[in-house]
Structure formats: structure tokens, C-alpha cells
């Protein structure tokens, strides 16, 4: 009866131990789910904060009559720079990233024949223009420059497409500090953009707000990589533009 007593206790005192570790690993996972949920809540907002709090939208607009191309321009519901004449039959849309090197290639081989297919009065392009590469600078350089390239658009969205190219040109090289304002503004002049308003859009960085809400609608409407290049909608391969013009 002794022995059998002592053996109950025996295994009471070591089951103990282990209830008690049982208990702390739950509580542990526990603690970890409701710091992945509220991680997930906090995500969440913020991304709903984006987009009700949008800033400024830019004022993007030309009318034909208003220039010798005839061209027109507005902004799309996507946040895009619309740029085209009436006539247009076709739309091109255009998702980049300014900080990306396959945006810059993709500008430096089809740049100047999308700009002639618009002046040519068969092709809208939109230039939709995002921020997700700010990690690869140290100074958020893709939403300084998208919201460059919407104080452009705002100033004078004929010229936006000289700009565009322009600022290819000079890219930085990504994992670096990225371009300066003053730079900013420096090519922007050389582009025609000489309104001490522009330098201080692009200083005040005025449609920073609205660079990162449109940025979100973009990603989670699928698009996944810049540059990506949907005619009437429809995605291509980027090499096959050329292709898509002429159909």
C-alpha cells in the first residue's frame, strides 16, 4: 500500500512539470496568433488611413484646342496620366515604377513609339506611375519621384511625356540614397518645367499621400511588377507593344 502510494506520488510530481509547460507552450502560441491578428488589424488600417486620407489629388487637364498636338489630358479613376487625342481608338496603359531598371529599359526602347502612336492620334497612353521600390533607396525615392511625376503632369501634362523620358535618363542605381529634390527640380528644367511652383510641389512633396493610396489600389488590383503594360486592358509581355500598335 506504501509502495503504491509513493509510486502515485512519484508520478503525480513528474506529470506536474509537464501540465505546467503544456500550459505556458499554449499560452505562448496564444500570445503569437494575437500578435499576428492585431499585426494583421494594423496593416489593415493603415491601408484603409491610405485611402481615405489621399492629400491633394493632382489637377491634371488639356484640352485639344489648348496646344498645337491637339492632344488632350486628364486623370483616370486609377490614377494614371491620360494623354491622347480624341480620335485615339485604342488605350495604352503603362504601370511603372521610376526607381525600376526594367521601366527604364522598357522607356528607352518603346518610350518614343507610344509617344508617336499618341501623336499620331491613334493611341491614349495612360501612365500610371506607382511607389513600391522605396526599399531600394534610402530616402523613398520612387514616391519622391512619383509625386514629381504628378506635380509635372499638373503643370503641364503635354510636356509630361519629355519629362518621363528625362527622368529615365538619369535614374539612380537601386540600394542608393536616390536623386535629391534639388536634382528633381534640376531635371525637370531641362525638360521646360521652370514654375517655381513645380520645385515646390516637389519639395513640399504634395501628392505624397496620394502616390501611396493609389500605389495600394494598384497592387491589389493584381499587378504584381513594373512595367507592366495592359492594352485595353489586357495585359501583354512589354515586348510585344510594338505588336499591340499596330493591330
Given at each position: 500500500?506504501?509502495?503504491?502510494?509513493?509510486?502515485?506520488?512519484?508520478?503525480?510530481?513528474?506529470?506536474?512539470?509537464?501540465?505546467?509547460?503544456?500550459?505556458?507552450?499554449?499560452?505562448?502560441?496564444?500570445?503569437?496568433?494575437?500578435?499576428?491578428?492585431?499585426?494583421?488589424?494594423?496593416?489593415?488600417?493603415?491601408?484603409?488611413?491610405?485611402?481615405?486620407?489621399?492629400?491633394?489629388?493632382?489637377?491634371?487637364?488639356?484640352?485639344?484646342?489648348?496646344?498645337?498636338?491637339?492632344?488632350?489630358?486628364?486623370?483616370?479613376?486609377?490614377?494614371?496620366?491620360?494623354?491622347?487625342?480624341?480620335?485615339?481608338?485604342?488605350?495604352?496603359r503603362l504601370v511603372a515604377d521610376l526607381q525600376c531598371p526594367a521601366c527604364r529599359q522598357f522607356e528607352a526602347t518603346y518610350g518614343q513609339l507610344l509617344?508617336?502612336?499618341?501623336?499620331?492620334?491613334?493611341?491614349?497612353?495612360?501612365?500610371?506611375?506607382?511607389?513600391?521600390?522605396?526599399?531600394?533607396?534610402?530616402?523613398?525615392?520612387?514616391?519622391?519621384?512619383?509625386?514629381?511625376?504628378?506635380?509635372?503632369?499638373?503643370?503641364?501634362?503635354?510636356?509630361?511625356?519629355?519629362?518621363?523620358?528625362?527622368?529615365?535618363?538619369?535614374?539612380?542605381?537601386?540600394?542608393?540614397?536616390?536623386?535629391?529634390?534639388?536634382?528633381?527640380?534640376?531635371?525637370?528644367?531641362?525638360?521646360?518645367?521652370?514654375?517655381?511652383?513645380?520645385?515646390?510641389?516637389?519639395?513640399?512633396?504634395?501628392?505624397?499621400?496620394?502616390?501611396?493610396?493609389?500605389?495600394?489600389?494598384?497592387?491589389?488590383?493584381?499587378?504584381?511588377?513594373?512595367?507592366?503594360?495592359?492594352?485595353?486592358?489586357?495585359?501583354?509581355?512589354?515586348?510585344?507593344?510594338?505588336?499591340?500598335?499596330?493591330?
Amino acid at each position: 500500500m506504501g509502495t503504491q502510494k509513493k509510486r502515485k506520488n512519484s508520478l503525480s510530481s513528474v506529470q506536474q512539470p509537464d501540465r505546467t509547460r503544456r500550459i505556458l507552450v499554449q499560452l505562448g502560441v496564444a500570445a503569437v496568433l494575437v500578435g499576428l491578428i492585431a499585426a494583421i488589424g494594423i496593416n489593415v488600417a493603415v491601408k484603409k488611413a491610405a485611402r481615405d486620407d489621399p492629400g491633394p489629388t493632382p489637377a491634371i487637364a488639356a484640352a485639344p484646342d489648348t496646344n498645337p498636338d491637339g492632344l488632350a489630358a486628364t486623370l483616370t479613376d486609377a490614377g494614371a496620366i491620360r494623354i491622347g487625342k480624341p480620335s485615339a481608338t485604342k488605350t495604352v496603359r503603362l504601370v511603372a515604377d521610376l526607381q525600376c531598371p526594367a521601366c527604364r529599359q522598357f522607356e528607352a526602347t518603346y518610350g518614343q513609339l507610344l509617344t508617336d502612336a499618341v501623336n499620331a492620334g491613334t493611341v491614349a497612353a495612360e501612365y500610371n506611375i506607382i511607389a513600391f521600390l522605396d526599399h531600394a533607396s534610402s530616402t523613398e525615392y520612387s514616391t519622391r519621384a512619383a509625386n514629381a511625376s504628378f506635380c509635372a503632369a499638373s503643370a503641364d501634362p503635354i510636356a509630361y511625356p519629355d519629362w518621363l523620358k528625362t527622368m529615365y535618363e538619369h535614374q539612380p542605381a537601386e540600394g542608393g540614397e536616390g536623386l535629391p529634390d534639388s536634382t528633381l527640380v534640376e531635371i525637370a528644367k531641362s525638360a521646360g518645367y521652370t514654375d517655381p511652383a513645380f520645385a515646390q510641389c516637389v519639395t513640399d512633396r504634395t501628392y505624397g499621400k496620394f502616390v501611396r493610396a493609389r500605389t495600394l489600389d494598384v497592387l491589389d488590383s493584381g499587378i504584381q511588377s513594373t512595367p507592366s503594360v495592359l492594352v485595353e486592358g489586357r495585359p501583354i509581355d512589354p515586348s510585344q507593344l510594338a505588336g499591340a500598335l499596330q493591330s
